[in-house]
């Protein structure tokens, strides 16, 4: 997925102090900033997992979609974890979660699950947002595991179906199919409606 998409980029929020509540063992969740950019890059890079995409790209994100995004910051203010999304132009009420990393030494703590509660939670008070999608590949068992047991905290459907079979990517990749993975409607914490803020819920990523 591209970001370069100028006329679908949701503003960045109007509050710089962050609204995300306190992280696991003194890490604090954020929203991304421009500086950011390359320690996503990095930690991208080093989960061996992710597709990489350029330094570019996440510099960009950092830029446009720090509202549908968020970090996990250290006590020296480094991020060790990030999880990247945007709400889809025909349907703001949908948020795409695009890529999700952690740092290897702050693997098996829960962080992941954390990152995407707070984002999620944040999605739905601002933007009214009551559907998340994600696309996982079969061999990504983490990454399943990850989102069936964020489906079960909501108590929300989780629907799996081929997004993009391995057929539409460049011949020689070698890429294993997208499986789109939709959750929802969500319930039980913030799927609301929008506190002040219908001028975003349309703005898309």
């Known amino acids: 997925?591209?970001?370069?998409?100028?006329?679908?980029?949701?503003?960045?929020?109007?509050?710089?102090?962050?609204?995300?509540?306190?992280?696991?063992?003194?890490l604090a969740l954020d929203i991304p900033r421009l500086a950011d950019g390359a320690a996503l890059w990095?930690?991208?890079?080093?989960?061996?997992?992710?597709?990489?995409n350029s330094p570019y790209s996440y510099l960009l994100w950092c830029r446009d979609y720090s509202g549908t995004s968020i970090v996990a910051r250290a006590a020296s203010g480094e991020p060790v974890g990030f999880i990247t999304g945007?709400?889809?132009?025909?349907?703001?009420?949908?948020?795409?979660?695009?890529?999700?990393?952690?740092?290897?030494?702050?693997?098996?703590?829960?962080?992941a699950a954390a990152m995407l509660d707070a984002l999620t939670d944040r999605a739905a008070r601002e933007w009214g947002v009551n559907l998340v999608e994600t696309t996982v590949t079969p061999d990504n068992i983490a990454s399943d595991r990850l989102f069936a047991s964020f489906a079960a905290r909501r108590g929300a459907?989780?629907?799996?179906?081929?997004?993009?079979?391995?057929?539409?990517?460049?011949?020689?990749?070698g890429h294993e199919?997208?499986?789109?993975?939709?959750?929802?409607?969500?319930?039980?914490?913030?799927?609301?409606?929008?506190?002040?803020?219908?001028?975003?819920?349309?703005?898309?990523?």
């Open 42 to 52: 990095r930690i991208a890079r080093d989960s061996r997992v992710l597709d990489l």
């Open 177 to 205: 199919p997208e499986v789109l993975y939709r959750i929802g409607p969500l319930t039980g914490r913030d799927a609301e409606e929008p506190r002040g803020r219908a001028d975003r819920a349309t703005a898309g990523r």
């Open 157 to 173: 459907e989780l629907t799996r179906e081929v997004l993009f079979d391995a057929a539409v990517f460049p011949d020689g990749q």
């Open 1 to 26: 997925m591209s970001p370069a998409q100028a006329d679908h980029t949701r503003p960045t929020p109007d509050f710089l102090d962050n609204d995300f509540p306190a992280g696991r063992e003194g």
């Open 86 to 111: 945007y709400t889809r132009p025909e349907v703001p009420r949908t948020l795409l979660i695009w890529q999700v990393a952690v740092d290897q030494g702050q693997r098996g703590r829960g962080l």
